[in-house]
């Protein structure tokens, strides 16, 4: 199949015709109304080098917060208040510093300039959310995603310290459980996300739940 090229029209085409790795289209723009017509459809972008591709790979990973699975090291954590915890309080933070650490086995980031301006536009807007977790004043790790109806898409996380993203993202999801969140967006497989409950489900059933369960 052939990958499509976006251009100014505000359109995707259909999920199915993805290349097999789930690679869709290319180009386009970051605009807010784009972005938020790609995750309404079960898209998200990623960058390479200077090009934007949009993603809806076939099986899904997914996380259902009544799955989630809290290690036996994060447990005392949670319990003794290891990490102060706070949502949407230093978004442009947090993506920052997704930015800026690096990845064992990772050259770059895909969280261009244009991605970092992006979303805190969607911040600004109340589509973006962060979750933070401090040690003694001090941001040490966090996350940030897309939050539409009962569907939080993450994005990326981040950890200056030991155990401070997997204790945020513990805790946010337990959050997101309490408000009504009943579905959040992994994305693509990785192993950490996997030990939290993430397990993949077919892209038919990840679009029918979406449909149930964003705002029409």
């Not at 090229?5 to 097999?20: G, N, R």
């Not at 996350?143 to 993203?165: C, D, H, P, Q, T």
Request: hydrophobic share 40%.
């Amino acid at each position: 199949m052939a990958i499509f090229a976006l251009d100014k029209e505000l359109v995707f085409p259909p999920v199915h015709l993805s290349e097999p790795d789930g690679l869709l289209a290319m180009g386009g723009d970051l605009s807010v109304e784009r972005l938020l017509l790609a995750y309404q459809s079960g898209i998200f972008p990623w960058y390479e080098r200077e090009h934007i591709l949009w993603w809806s790979p076939d099986p899904r990973f997914v996380l259902f917060p009544d799955e989630l699975k809290v290690s036996k090291n994060i447990k005392p954590l949670l319990k003794r208040n290891e990490f102060d915890f706070t949502v949407n309080k230093v978004f442009k933070q947090v993506i920052r510093n997704c930015k800026e650490t690096k990845r064992p086995g990772q050259e770059g980031t895909w969280i261009t300039d244009e991605v970092e301006e992006a979303y805190c536009k969607m911040h600004e807007l109340s589509f973006a959310h962060s979750a933070e977790v401090w040690k003694d004043d001090e941001l040490v790790g966090g996350l940030y995603g897309i939050r539409l109806g009962k569907v939080f898409f993450g994005e990326s996380m981040f950890s200056n310290r030991s155990n401070a993203s997997r204790f945020a993202f513990t805790r946010y999801i337990q959050l997101l459980k309490e408000e009504g969140i009943l579905l959040i967006d992994c994305q693509v497989y990785t192993e950490y996300l996997e030990s939290f409950g993430a397990r993949m489900i077919p892209r038919k059933e990840f679009i029918q739940l979406l449909q149930n369960l964003l705002p029409r």
